[in-house]
């Protein structure tokens, strides 16, 4: 199975900051890398699809990237928001078993 | 929009139906899965089913134990949970995959049922 690896496991942040958090994969799974924002009581809800592809309806100041690698990837947030302290999962669907991320919990400095 | 319901609160090696009845499109355009999250923790792919109905997916932890189905008639998608364990306690979110890839990303989800298994 691929092992996705988030780091860090919480980060701290005040509005209007620049924050990134990081996802690798155990092995290669090209650019097929989701991210997903879940608050707590909710589903969770999907922000970026093919590593940097923007799901609709999701504001511009998320954004996703990878190294190239297809082993390291990237969500940042820009501008933080007060709607953006939440819980992110990064999930690969390179192949089955689907895998995610052990999450990043965003909270309020 | 998924609803699921069917989760409830049963003994180790107990059994319960999942279901997941969908509205706004029809469950045979779409790849269909089931994702569990365990009390505090975080999220994990259970199952999946085509489009087509034709192939099915499982997690290891859950494989020969789970069932995944679905009846277009009724536009909805089953679990079958058997033979329970303590660690199948999680609340289960049914889920589409949204673009059309397989495995995907899962780009709607419903609101979760609660499954919990005394040991």
Redesign the interface.
Known sequence: ?IQMTQSPSTLSASIGDRVTITCRASRDISD?L?W?Q?KPGK????LI??TSSL?SGVPSRFSGSGSGSGTEFTLTINSLQSDDFATY?C?Q???????????TRLEMK | QLAESGGGSVQSGGSLRLSCVVSGFAVDNYAM?W?RQAPGK????VS?ITEYGGTT?Y??SVKGRFTISRDTSKNTVFLQLNSLRAEDTALY?CAKF??G?N?????L????TMVAVAS
Request: proline share 6%; aromatic share 28%; no cysteine.
């Open positions: 199975d097929w989701a997903y879940q589903a969770p809800k999907a699809y093919k799901e999962y999930q669907y390179n192949i089955y078993p689907i895998t995610f991320g052990q999450g | 899965g994702v975080g999220l994990e792919w999946g997916y997690a290891d979110y949204g673009h890839y495995p995907d990303v899962f780009d989800w419903g609101q979760g």
